[in-house]
Nanobody, 128 residues
């Protein structure tokens, strides 16, 4: 199982970026997919997650710090999850990681230990 994150880069404050995470080795359509980030000198933190339920459709979860600015979505046919980031701030500067669990059960999607597979990370730098 591999997760390949891409789309990072350098952007000015207020700008936008879209990150992608392509999964291979397994079909992830029924699993939660998440995004985390880690800034220099800080711990990894939850950013967003998306779940797909056959009875309730998609559910999305966001950290308070990104709510209203970031949007997580997925394209199951492409086994890909996206993170649309708008109104970027310097505080959003970090390496962004996508992640997926090995289990189908829905648990605390904001906790890193829920996830078993991690992408290599993509750098997002927001300049003032």
């Amino acid at each position: 199982v591999q997760l390949q994150a891409s789309g990072g880069g350098l952007v000015q404050t207020g700008g936008s970026l879209t990150l992608s995470c392509a999964a291979s080795g397994r079909t992830f359509s029924s699993y939660v997919m998440g995004w985390f980030r880690q800034a220099p000198g800080k711990e990894r933190e939850f950013v967003a997650a998306i779940n797909v339920s056959s009875w309730s459709g998609s559910s999305t979860y966001y950290a308070d710090s990104v709510k209203g600015r970031f949007t997580i979505s997925r394209a199951n046919a492409k086994n890909t999850v996206y993170l649309q980031m708008n109104s970027l701030k310097t505080g959003d500067t970090a390496v962004y990681y996508c992640a997926a669990p090995a289990r189908l059960s829905l648990q605390r999607v904001d906790l890193g230990n829920y996830y078993d597979y991690w992408g290599q990370g993509t750098q997002v730098t927001v300049s003032s």
